[in-house]
C-alpha cells in the first residue's frame, strides 16, 4: 500500500479544498491515476511528486525520495528500497545539521525601539556565531500584552515601521521568527513573524485565550491557516502559545510534513505551571511524532510573571535543552545543555517574588527606589528582603513607626535586621499624631466605646507618613499585607495598604513563613524571633492575630479551597472543617472584595489571584 502516497493527497485536498475531479482539472492529472494514488495500489510519479510538492510546499526532495521508496517497495526491488531508504534518512541527517537559538528575552511593554535593538542586536551576534534561526518570544517586539495601547493606530504604525527595521537590519545569513500584532485587512492578530532572505512571512495566532489573565479576544483576530517553513531542507512548523494546547492546531501543522514544530509563548508562572508546559507539550510530541521547541518569554509585568524555562523536546519526548527560570539568556540548541537543578517550591516562588518587584520598579522608571514600614513582623520583614534582593540595600529606606503597643521585641527585631541587611533605617514615633486625633475627634466618639476605629488610626498615621516619604524622597512604598489577610479584610483601607506595590499580595501566610525560612538559608537576614513569635499587628495590647482569625493553617486551607479550588461551603464542611468557620471566612472574603479593589497590584503566583485574574463584584447577594 502506498501510505506517503495516499497522505499527500489527503494534504493536497485538505490545502486546496479541492476535490479529486478538482485536482485532476486544474492539475492535469488523470482520474484513473488519482483513484489509484487514493486507493494506495500506485505510488505518485515523479512528475506528479514534484507538483504535490510545489503545492504543499513541502521540500521535493522528501516527496520524490518517499514515492521512489513505495515504487521499490510495490515492485519487490530490494535493492532499490535500501537505496532510497538511505537517501530518505540522509536528508534527515542534513536537516539536523540545522544550528537553531533560542532568545529568552525580558521586553518592556510599549518600548518598541528598545525591543527592537534587542532582538537586532542578539540576531546579528548569533549570526556571527553561525546560527541559522534565532526564535524569540511571543510578542517580543511589544511586550505581552500591551493591552489597549494596541487599540491606537499609532502604536500598530511603529510597530510596522520597527518590523521594517528589523527585516533591514538583520543579517541575510539566518533567519528570525518573533512575535508582535500584524494588522491585515482591517484585523488585528497575534503573530509570528518570519524574516528569512530579507522577505518577511507572518503566521496567526488561531487560538486566543480570554480566560484568567488573558483578554486576547477583546484585541485580536483569530487565525486560520497552518504555517511551515524550510530551512537547510528541515520543514519547521509555528505556532503561538495558546496553540499547542488545542491538539487539532498541532495536527494540522504536524500533517505538513515537519520535523520540528516551534512555538513562541507568553505564558504566565503559577505554581506548577512548568510541569503542566511539558506535560501538554509531550502530549503534543507523541500524537504527532515531531520534534518541539518551546520559547518563552521571562520578567515582571504588573501583575503577571513570566518565568522563561523556555525547552525543547525531541520526537520522544525527551527534554533536550532545559534554560533556566527568571532569567534573560540566549542558547543553542546545537550545543549541549547543562541539567537545570531541581529547586524548591520555595526558591521558585521566592525567584518569582524577586523578578516581578524588580521588573514594576525598574521598568516604570518612577521611582529611584523603595521604603518599607519595618514593623519587626514576619510580613514586613520578608518584604524587606525581596526588596533587597530586587533591586540593591543601598536603594531601599525603612521606616520603624512605634506606638503604645509595639513591643521591645518589635523594635529590636526590626533595628536587628536593617543592621544585619545594611539597610538606611529610622524610628518615627506616631505617638504624639495618633493622640492628636484622638483628641480631636473625642467629641464626635463621646459615649462610643473604643473599637477598631481606633486601631485603624493607627495604622492610617504609619500609611499618611510613608506616603509622605514616599512623595519628598521619590521611593515606591512597598504594601507588606498578604493574600490570606487581604482574602478576609484583615488590612487597613488607607493604612497598610497604602502604596504602590504588594510583592506578597498573592502569598499565603504560611508560605509568607515558608519563604522566611527559604530566605535565611541564603543568607542569615530575618531575625529567628520574627519567624517564631505569634503574629500580631499589634494595634491593641497583647493582640494576636489568632484572636480573630483562625490560625493560619486553618484559614489557608479553607482559603485556597473557597479562592483557589472555588468550592462550595457544604463541600468545604465535609472536608472536615467547622460549618460556622468558612461560613464566617467565606462571608469575610465576598464583603471585603471593595477592598481589594482598592489595594496596590502585586505579582500574581496563584492560580486564582487577586486583581486581573479573580474578578468579583463588590455589590453582591450570592451566598456560595
Not at 532499490?80 to 540545522?98: D, G, H, M, R, T
Not at 507572518?202 to 487565525?223: C, I, M, W
Not at 512555538?263 to 506535560?279: C, G, M, T, V
Request: with cysteine; proline share 4%.
Amino acid at each position: 500500500m502506498a501510505n506517503k502516497t495516499k497522505d499527500y493527497l489527503t494534504k493536497v485536498r485538505k490545502k486546496t479544498g479541492f476535490s479529486d475531479y478538482k485536482i485532476s482539472q486544474e492539475y492535469g492529472i488523470n482520474q484513473s491515476n488519482l483513484s489509484k494514488y487514493k486507493s494506495g495500489k500506485s505510488a505518485l510519479s515523479e512528475t506528479h511528486a514534484w507538483l504535490f510538492a510545489d503545492i504543499l510546499n513541502i521540500n521535493p526532495a522528501e516527496v520524490v525520495a518517499n514515492t521512489k521508496l513505495e515504487h521499490a517497495k510495490m515492485k519487490g526491488d530490494k535493492l532499490k528500497a535500501i537505496f532510497w531508504q538511505e537517501q530518505i534518512e540522509n536528508l534527515s541527517n542534513i536537516s539536523e545539521s540545522i544550528k537553531i537559538d533560542i532568545a529568552q528575552i525580558n521586553p518592556i511593554v510599549g518600548d518598541l525601539n528598545n525591543n527592537a535593538q534587542q532582538i537586532i542586536d542578539l540576531s546579528i551576534e548569533a549570526a556571527q556565531q553561525g546560527a541559522d534561526l534565532l526564535v524569540f518570544p511571543e510578542l517580543a517586539l511589544t511586550g505581552y500584552l500591551p493591552e489597549d495601547l494596541l487599540l491606537r493606530a499609532g502604536f500598530i504604525q511603529q510597530v510596522e515601521e520597527k518590523v521594517d527595521l528589523i527585516k533591514n537590519s538583520i543579517p541575510e545569513t539566518m533567519a528570525i521568527v518573533f512575535g508582535a500584532p500584524h494588522k491585515n485587512q482591517g484585523n488585528l492578530y497575534n503573530a509570528a513573524y518570519l524574516i528569512q532572505d530579507q522577505e518577511v512571512q507572518t503566521y496567526h495566532k488561531q487560538q486566543l485565550p480570554n480566560y484568567s489573565v488573558f483578554d486576547e479576544k477583546r484585541y485580536f483576530s483569530a487565525g486560520s491557516k497552518p504555517f511551515v517553513f524550510t530551512i537547510k531542507g528541515q520543514r519547521i512548523g509555528l505556532l503561538v502559545c495558546a496553540d499547542i494546547w488545542n491538539a487539532d492546531i498541532v495536527s494540522e501543522t504536524a500533517r505538513y510534513g515537519v520535523s520540528t514544530i516551534v512555538s513562541i509563548n507568553a505564558s504566565p508562572f503559577h505554581i506548577d505551571k512548568h510541569q503542566q508546559r511539558l506535560e501538554e507539550v509531550k502530549k503534543r510530541v507523541l500524537e504527532n511524532q515531531v520534534g518541539f521547541i518551546y520559547v518563552n518569554l521571562v520578567g515582571g509585568q504588573d501583575e503577571i510573571i513570566f518565568d522563561g524555562g523556555s525547552f525543547a523536546m525531541n520526537a520522544k519526548a525527551q527534554v533536550t535543552h532545559q534554560l533556566p527560570f527568571f532569567k534573560v539568556t540566549t542558547s543553542s540548541l546545537s550545543a549541549p545543555c547543562e541539567p537545570i537543578e531541581v529547586t524548591s517550591t520555595e526558591e521558585i516562588i521566592y525567584n518569582a517574588l524577586v523578578l516581578a518587584t524588580k521588573d514594576y520598579i525598574e521598568k516604570n522608571g518612577v521611582f529611584n527606589g523603595v521604603v518599607i514600614g519595618l514593623s519587626g513582623g514576619i510580613d514586613s520583614a520578608l518584604t524587606l528582603a525581596i526588596a533587597a534582593d530586587a533591586i540593591g540595600n543601598e536603594n531601599i529606606k525603612a521606616i520603624m513607626m512605634p506606638y503604645t503597643y509595639t513591643s521591645n521585641m518589635s523594635l529590636e527585631d526590626a533595628k536587628a535586621q536593617a543592621s544585619t541587611m545594611n539597610i538606611d533605617y529610622q524610628e518615627i514615633s506616631i505617638h504624639p499624631m495618633v493622640e492628636s486625633f484622638n483628641s480631636q475627634l473625642s467629641e464626635l466618639f463621646s459615649g462610643l466605646q473604643a473599637d477598631t476605629t481606633e486601631e485603624n488610626l493607627q495604622a492610617r498615621v504609619r500609611g499618611t507618613l510613608l506616603m509622605a516619604v514616599s512623595n519628598k524622597l521619590g521611593k515606591i512604598v512597598l504594601t507588606t499585607g498578604n493574600k490570606s489577610e487581604m482574602a478576609v479584610g484583615y488590612a487597613t483601607l488607607y493604612g497598610d495598604m497604602s502604596g504602590g506595590f504588594a510583592p506578597l499580595k498573592d502569598v499565603s501566610k504560611t508560605m509568607v513563613y515558608r519563604l522566611a525560612k527559604y530566605r535565611n538559608t541564603q543568607s542569615y537576614i530575618i531575625p529567628g524571633r520574627v519567624i517564631d513569635r505569634e503574629p500580631s499587628a499589634e494595634l491593641a495590647p497583647n493582640q494576636t492575630d489568632q484572636d480573630s482569625l483562625p490560625p493560619y493553617d486553618e484559614l489557608d486551607a479553607i482559603l485556597e479551597l473557597f479562592i483557589e479550588q472555588r468550592l462550595a461551603i457544604k463541600d468545604i464542611v465535609k472536608q472536615g472543617f467547622n460549618q460556622k468557620t468558612v461560613e464566617r471566612i467565606s462571608r469575610l472574603v465576598l464583603n471585603n472584595e471593595y477592598k481589594r479593589r482598592q489595594s496596590a497590584p502585586g505579582p500574581k503566583i496563584s492560580k486564582n489571584a487577586f486583581g486581573k485574574e479573580r474578578r468579583y463584584p463588590m455589590t453582591s447577594k450570592f451566598k456560595p
